[in-house]
Structures are given as structure tokens and as C-alpha cells.
T-cell receptor, first 114, second 114 residues
Framework: EPEVTQTPSHQVTQMGQEVILRCVPISNHLYFYWYRQILGQKVEFLVSFYNNEISEKSEIFDDQFSVERPDGSNFTLKIRSTKLEDSAMYFC????????????FGSGTRLTVV | GQNIDQPTEMTATEGAIVQINCTYQ??????LFWYQQHAGEAPTFLSYNVLDGLEEKGRFSSFLSRSKGYSYLLLKELQMKDSASYLC???????????????WGLGTSLAVNP
């Protein structure tokens, strides 16, 4: 069964450092997303990406965040200057408009900012 | 604003049936999803409803009433491995950017006891 792959599975970084979270969506999917989940809280939408551009972003997704699809397979989330409150599980997801169903999530990257 | 409500916790016995309710008030509606999430893992797609009525999928069924803003997930023949969080999520109407983001409930933590 096709999978969404995320790396790394865990990342510990110092406050103020830049991190890049990587995702390989399912190859024939066209829509890509980043969500995050702070421990014990709701899953929160960050950003959606379609046709090589951001289609929507939440208020969480401020200037510290950026996304890229540098080649045909990878989809990255960059946090330029991490804050303690960025500590969360970050999930990448992709979807195919033809499916009309849900999204396939990656297994997540647990980011800890110290 | 967008609001999705679910009970925080439920407990059930192995072999029994449990119903997890979800109510929503959202600015648009283009489908309701149920996901299962084990601690520290990604959400896994369980079911999808866009029209009123019951969708059955093995031991899991999901019901939707759009006029009432209400859905439930029914789990039959409960097994210990069903102990997890169950997340209700609503997909809003597509916007001009073809976005398909999900708005999530906090999740219902289900404990299945022997």
C-alpha cells in the first residue's frame, strides 16, 4: 500500500535554530499538507500546497514557516527560527482529488525545541 | 468560527459495541471523516461520510446527519487493540484554491477493558 514517508522521526533542536522536516508524498497525489499536533491537543492545519504553490495557510503558519517542493518527490517544511512552542508532532499528508476520501498521513516527525 | 465537539473519554468492554458521537458547527461542509490515532502515531483513516446515512465498513460504521450537524462512529465486537483516540474531522467547502483542509475535533480516547 502506498505510504507517505517522513524524516526524521525525531528531531531535537535548540531554540532559534532552523529545522527542515521532510516528506515524500504518495507519487500520484496532487495535494499536500502539513498539520501539527501539540501533545494532548487537537490536530491543527498549517498549510496546503497544490500546483507548486500554497493554496491556504493558517494563522499559525507565519513568516517563520515555509514550504517547498524542490523536486518531483519531496515536500519540505522549514521553520527558520524555532521557538519552544513549536515543539509538536508534525504530520505531512497527501490526497488525490479523484479519491474523494481522506488523506494519507505520514508517521510524523516529533520536534522538540529546547 | 469552526467547532467540533466529541466526548473526551469513553470506556467499553471487549466484545461490546460503543458509539462515539461528534457534533460540528462549521462555515462549510464537504465531508466528515473519522480517524483512529494510537498514541504517538499518525491518524489512520477509518471512514468518510458526505451524504446523510450510515456507511458500514466491517466492524466500523459511521453515520451522518447534515441537518443536525451530527455524526457517530460505531465500533462493534470491540478488541483490545481498538484502544486509541478517535478523531472526527470536517472538510470545509473547497475554496478558490482547491483547498481541502480538515478541521479536527480534540478526539475521544477509548479504553477497551477485558
Amino acid at each position: 500500500e502506498p505510504e507517505v514517508t517522513q524524516t526524521p522521526s525525531h528531531q531535537v533542536t535548540q531554540m532559534g535554530q532552523e529545522v527542515i522536516l521532510r516528506c515524500v508524498p504518495i507519487s500520484n497525489h496532487l495535494y499536500f499538507y502539513w498539520y501539527r499536533q501539540i501533545l494532548g491537543q487537537k490536530v491543527e492545519f498549517l498549510v496546503s500546497f497544490y500546483n507548486n504553490e500554497i493554496s491556504e495557510k493558517s494563522e499559525i503558519f507565519d513568516d517563520q514557516f515555509s514550504v517547498e517542493r524542490p523536486d518531483g518527490s519531496n515536500f519540505t517544511l522549514k521553520i527558520r527560527s524555532t521557538k519552544l512552542e513549536d515543539s509538536a508532532m508534525y504530520f505531512c499528508a497527501s490526497s488525490d482529488p479523484q479519491e474523494g476520501y481522506g488523506y494519507t498521513f505520514g508517521s510524523g516527525t516529533r520536534l522538540t525545541v529546547v | 468560527g469552526q467547532n467540533i465537539d466529541q466526548p473526551t473519554e469513553m470506556t467499553a468492554t471487549e466484545g461490546a459495541i460503543v458509539q462515539i458521537n461528534c457534533t460540528y458547527q462549521t462555515s462549510g461542509f464537504n465531508g466528515l471523516f473519522w480517524y483512529q490515532q494510537h498514541a504517538g502515531e499518525a491518524p489512520t483513516f477509518l471512514s468518510y461520510n458526505v451524504l446523510d446515512g450510515l456507511e458500514e465498513k466491517g466492524r466500523f460504521s459511521s453515520f451522518l446527519s447534515r441537518s443536525k450537524g451530527y455524526s457517530y462512529l460505531l465500533l462493534k465486537e470491540l478488541q483490545m487493540k481498538d484502544s486509541a483516540s478517535y478523531l472526527c474531522a470536517v472538510r470545509l467547502n473547497y475554496n478558490a484554491g482547491n483547498n481541502r483542509k480538515l478541521i479536527w475535533g480534540l478526539g475521544t480516547s477509548l479504553a477497551v477493558n477485558p
